[in-house]
Every structure is written in structure tokens, then in C-alpha cells.
């Protein structure tokens, strides 16, 4: 990849705080609908996975079948990025711009609340739309789907904000590297290593949830609503925020953006002396 293709560090920081800002001020109805799209396209992805790894853990091997799903897991963010779709996940971001004073955590909160709402509402809609299909008409492909949405209701509570913490240092990051990107290819490749790590170690993505879990549950999982959100969804969604939306932004906002004005002030002062 060409040096003349991606920004520098502090280029791509400033990239990061603009799309804060504009995302911010987005209206509620611009947010709940970009939130539905990215549920949709995350569910995508995820009914790509399912496809590849259905039979190949018993049949070939389990650690093929998860690098192969997790190769086609990332469309579904590529879509986002390229097309125009949301996640709560990415949008942990914005807090970049509410660190440097740029937009206001009322502002910050609605658009988390709305892109959340918007997002699960995506993926129900994906999860009717693909049973309706007959998608998982298949003994494979419906046995795959009750076993991933009964795995993640019985995962410890801290167990799902750890595993959550590390996907959303993979997806914010990713997201960060497309914004480095100057082209298409650029982005795209940006973005496909880290969302495809994730799926392969098996972290826990909110979004991606929202869909199995409501997939299972259509299908006769055995868990209550109550299981899948309080087992799942909300621990999930502390462990996604606690790193895509708070140590990842502080870290890069005091590296990238403060030292870099305490630098640039003292060197306007040094002018004055």
C-alpha cells in the first residue's frame, strides 16, 4: 500500500474527531435509520458465517471452518463503511470529539441510544426476512443457529464485558484504519484484519447478538427475552463501550490530538520569547 494512499497518525485522528462531529449532529430519524441499515448489513455477514462453518467443525476441522466464516463476517461492516450504515460500536468513536470539546454528551448519548434502538431493529428484520427465506430450512444450518444463540444466554456477566471489551478494540480500531484510507482498497483492507480477528478468537459483538439471539429465539431457542438481554446485550454492550468508547478514544485523543496542541502551543510561544 502506497504511503501516497493512507494519512499519518494525527491526519487520521483529526479524520476520526471530524466524523465524530458530523455523526453527532445527525438528526434522530438520520441516526435510528442509519442504525437499522448497519443491524441489517452486521446480519449479513453473520448469515454468511453460519453458511461456511455449518458442517465443517464436525467434518473438517474447527479451526478451518472459523477462518473461513470469519473471512466473510467482515462484509457486513464493509457495507457500512462504503455504502452508509451504523453501528453502536463504531460510533463508540464519537467520543473522541466529546474529549476535545467538540460536541456535547447529550448529543453523544442520543446518537449511542438511537443507533443502538436502530440496530436492533435491523437485525430483527434480517432474522424474520432470512427464516422467511428458508435460510435455515437446512437440519445444519438451523442446529448451527440454536447453538450459537443458547452459547452466548449462558456466558458469565463479566465474561460477556470482557469478551465484548476485546471485539470493540478490534472494531474501533479497524473503523480507525479506514479512516487513514484514501481509496476504496485502502479502506477495505483496513477494516477486514481486525473484524475478521475478532470473529475468529469469537468476541462478542453487540450487533452481531442482536441478530442470533433474535434469530434463535424465532427459531425456539430455549432462553426468555430476559436472558438474552440481560445475559447478553447489556453486558456486551459495557464491554464494547468500555473500550471502543472510552480507553481507545482517551488513549489516541491524549497521543494524537492534546499533545499535539501542547506542542503546537509551545511552539507559538517559543516565537513570542
Avoid at 462453518?53 to 472459523?66: E, F, K, P, Y
Avoid at 435455515?136 to 456477566?157: P, R
Amino acid at each position: 500500500m502506497c504511503k501516497e494512499n493512507i494519512y499519518d497518525n494525527y491526519e487520521t485522528a483529526n479524520n476520526v474527531l471530524n466524523m465524530g462531529i458530523k455523526k453527532a449532529k445527525n438528526k434522530n430519524i438520520d441516526v435510528f435509520l442509519f442504525g437499522i441499515l448497519g443491524g441489517f448489513f452486521i446480519a449479513l455477514g453473520y448469515m454468511g458465517y453460519m453458511v461456511i462453518t455449518q458442517t465443517m467443525r464436525t467434518r473438517v476441522d474447527t479451526g478451518l471452518a472459523s477462518f473461513l466464516g470469519a473471512s466473510v463476517f467482515p462484509v457486513g461492516i464493509m457495507l457500512c463503511i462504503v455504502v452508509g450504515g451504523s453501528l453502536f460500536t463504531s460510533n463508540n468513536l464519537l467520543t473522541l470529539a466529546l474529549l476535545d470539546k467538540k460536541i456535547s454528551l447529550k448529543n453523544l448519548l442520543r446518537n449511542w441510544f438511537f443507533v443502538w434502538i436502530g440496530n436492533f431493529i435491523g437485525s430483527i428484520g434480517a432474522a424474520i426476512l432470512a427464516v422467511t427465506a428458508g435460510l435455515y430450512k437446512s437440519e445444519a444450518l438451523y442446529s448451527t443457529a440454536i447453538h450459537m444463540a443458547e452459547h452466548k444466554t449462558i456466558l458469565d456477566f463479566s465474561e460477556a464485558i470482557a469478551s465484548g471489551f476485546f471485539c470493540n478494540v478490534l472494531v474501533s480500531l479497524g473503523v480507525w484504519m479506514t479512516m487513514a484510507g484514501k481509496d476504496l482498497i485502502s479502506k477495505v483492507i483496513g477494516v477486514w484484519f481486525p473484524v475478521m480477528l475478532f470473529v475468529l478468537c469469537g468476541f462478542q459483538h453487540v450487533v452481531a447478538n442482536m441478530y442470533v439471539l433474535s434469530l434463535g429465539k424465532i427459531l425456539g431457542a430455549h432462553y426468555t427475552l430476559g436472558e438474552m438481554i440481560i445475559n447478553n446485550l447489556i453486558p456486551v454492550t459495557i464491554g464494547n463501550f468500555l473500550s471502543g468508547g472510552l480507553i481507545i478514544p482517551a488513549i489516541y485523543y491524549f497521543l494524537l490530538i492534546k499533545n499535539k496542541k501542547i506542542r503546537l502551543k509551545k511552539f507559538k510561544k517559543s516565537l513570542w520569547d
